[in-house]
């Protein structure tokens, strides 16, 4: 089953979930916001993308600008910052399986549909 990291308020991530059902994909949303995001996940998350965790990181948000730019972070330091500021994870992140993608632009899909 398909699997969204969605944030409701974000046009990216509801233009996915259309996208989705456009083409009769069946899936489930996680709405990180509300239910957290776990080191657990964003590691699942990083070795079924191939990303470093930086890239995961809404680098343009004021969190980030105002706490973490230009500090010399660790992969795990990132991947905690992300855990306790969930609104810098990018989004939407769309994982089938084994692969995953942050879908920006939404076609980036394409590339983990069987």
Known sequence: MIKVFHNPRCSKSRA??????????????????????SENQIKDILA??????????????????????????????????IVENPKLLERPIVINGDRAVVARPTEKIDEILD
């Open 48 to 81: 079924k993308t191939g990303l470093k965790p930086i890239d995961l990181v809404r680098t343009n948000e004021d969190i980030w600008k105002e706490n973490y730019k230009g500090k010399d972070l660790t992969d795990e330091q990132i991947i905690s910052v």
């Open 16 to 37: 996915a979930l259309q996208y989705l059902e456009n083409k009769n994909q069946k899936f489930e949303i996680y709405k990180y916001l509300d239910e957290k995001i």
